[in-house]
């Protein structure tokens, strides 16, 4: 497995080429750049996407007016009441570290499927379709900005497999109905708040993550084990490399450790966590496998992202000790990937 760099801050690359039309060689030009980055850091930003500015701003309009709701309204579209992980998630229902529970809140949405799916139908804990609060203009402006946001992140998919010498369309082909998540999160302003670790350590379950944050906050882990500040840059995308695509690359990409410091200011933070389709088996492709190298057992998309949902949320954690729900075989402990996960073992 790479061990990202101790590097002092995070890059930026200019992305415009991936979506110009120009000449080939400028598209992978820059996804070489990611290619590094991905190696090297794990994370990294992105400007010139040509994700519409209003697009966020009615998005980050609607989220305002949403928290603002007295908590019963809320919790209306609670997301125990929904059968495919949609919907409000308040404060203290969500945690990687139990004695140290996220002051946060948030709302799931997903891609919003009709009711009579035939994936949701058959059960699919993850496909479906969203739960829309009595909001008007909400529903709309979520969706404009994950279809944006998920157009793009194909893009950058087709860079990533191209940085890696396979064919474009390699991870591409292998999202076209997938659970991919977008998240409305807020901070709520804390006065009585010290700077410390809020949102614990750990890294993100899926293939990628394109994330809009409103104001400081975000760390990311070093190879050296120092913790350093992704702040927010304009017009600018975070985006940091998940489980899935660790395991695709047999460590080639890492996924690298992060947390949220817990500050007084109020922010929000708006993920998309780009995934492949439910029933994609993932596995180390053939190029890095090597005689002596670590190989990391195939895992299938949907069910690595659902086993780490299912141990984080409290509903769904109550649901797991009755024995309403069981975990995938094999499933894997949160945080079991990344370079805290590697340092953990090197002590």
């Given at each position: 497995?790479?061990?990202?760099?101790?590097?002092?801050?995070?890059?930026?690359?200019?992305?415009?080429?991936?979506?110009?039309?120009?000449?080939?060689?400028?598209?992978?030009?820059?996804?070489?750049?990611?290619?590094?980055?991905?190696?090297?850091?794990?994370?990294?930003?992105?400007?010139?996407?040509?994700?519409?500015?209003?697009?966020?701003?009615?998005?980050?309009?609607?989220?305002?007016?949403?928290?603002?709701?007295?908590?019963?309204?809320?919790?209306?579209?609670?997301?125990?009441?929904?059968?495919?992980?949609?919907?409000?998630?308040?404060?203290?229902?969500?945690?990687?570290?139990?004695?140290?529970?996220?002051?946060?809140?948030?709302?799931?949405?997903?891609?919003d499927l009709p009711a009579d799916d035939p994936d949701h139908l058959a059960g699919n804990?993850?496909?479906?379709?969203?739960?829309?609060?009595?909001?008007?203009?909400?529903?709309?402006?979520?969706?404009?900005?994950?279809?944006?946001?998920?157009?793009f992140g194909q893009l950058l998919f087709r860079a990533f497999a191209i940085s890696l010498?396979?064919?474009?369309?390699?991870?591409?082909?292998?999202?076209?109905?997938?659970?991919?998540?977008?998240?409305?999160?807020?901070?709520?302003?804390?006065?009585?708040?010290?700077?410390?670790?809020?949102?614990?350590?750990?890294?993100?379950?899926?293939?990628?993550?394109?994330?809009?944050?409103?104001?400081?906050?975000?760390?990311?882990?070093?190879?050296?084990?120092?913790?350093?500040?992704?702040?927010?840059?304009?017009?600018?995308?975070?985006?940091?490399?998940?489980?899935?695509?660790?395991?695709?690359?047999?460590?080639?990409?890492?996924?690298?450790?992060?947390?949220?410091?817990?500050?007084?200011?109020?922010?929000?933070?708006?993920?998309?966590?780009?995934?492949?389709?439910?029933?994609?088996?993932?596995?180390?492709?053939?190029?890095?496998?090597?005689?002596?190298?670590?190989?990391?057992?195939?895992?299938?998309?949907?069910?690595?992202?659902?086993?780490?949902?299912?141990?984080?949320?409290?509903?769904?954690?109550?649901?797991?000790?009755?024995?309403?729900?069981?975990?995938?075989?094999?499933?894997?402990?949160?945080?079991?990937?990344?370079?805290?996960?590697?340092?953990?073992?090197?002590?």
């Amino acid at each position: 497995m790479n061990s990202p760099t101790s590097f002092g801050a995070v890059p930026i690359i200019d992305v415009t080429p991936l979506r110009a039309g120009g000449p080939p060689a400028g598209f992978a030009a820059v996804a070489h750049q990611l290619g590094a980055a991905a190696r090297e850091v794990g994370f990294f930003y992105v400007t010139g996407s040509g994700i519409p500015a209003g697009l966020f701003d009615d998005l980050l309009a609607v989220t305002k007016q949403f928290f603002a709701r007295p908590i019963d309204e809320k919790m209306r579209c609670y997301i125990g009441l929904s059968d495919c992980h949609r919907g409000y998630v308040p404060q203290g229902e969500e945690g990687v570290d139990p004695e140290n529970p996220d002051r946060k809140e948030a709302y799931d949405s997903a891609l919003d499927l009709p009711a009579d799916d035939p994936d949701h139908l058959a059960g699919n804990p993850l496909l479906g379709p969203n739960q829309w609060p009595d909001q008007p203009g909400f529903a709309e402006a979520v969706t404009k900005y994950y279809n944006a946001v998920l157009a793009f992140g194909q893009l950058l998919f087709r860079a990533f497999a191209i940085s890696l010498g396979e064919p474009a369309e390699l991870f591409a082909a292998k999202a076209r109905k997938a659970p991919s998540q977008l998240r409305l999160i807020h901070y709520p302003y804390d006065s009585e708040a010290v700077d410390s670790v809020g949102l614990g350590a750990h890294t993100d379950y899926e293939c990628f993550t394109l994330l809009r944050p409103t104001a400081p906050g975000l760390e990311v882990l070093n190879g050296a084990g120092d913790w350093i500040d992704v702040p927010p840059v304009d017009d600018a995308l975070v985006v940091n490399i998940g489980d899935l695509l660790e395991i695709w690359t047999n460590g080639e990409f890492v996924a690298t450790s992060h947390r949220v410091r817990r500050v007084q200011e109020e922010r929000y933070s708006f993920p998309l966590f780009f995934c492949a389709d439910y029933d994609t088996v993932i596995e180390p492709l053939p190029r890095f496998l090597a005689p002596g190298k670590k190989v990391y057992a195939p895992t299938v998309a949907g069910e690595h992202l659902f086993a780490q949902t299912a141990q984080t949320f409290g509903y769904l954690k109550r649901r797991l000790e009755s024995g309403e729900l069981v975990l995938p075989e094999g499933s894997r402990a949160p945080s079991s990937f990344g370079q805290e996960a590697l340092l953990r073992k090197d002590k």
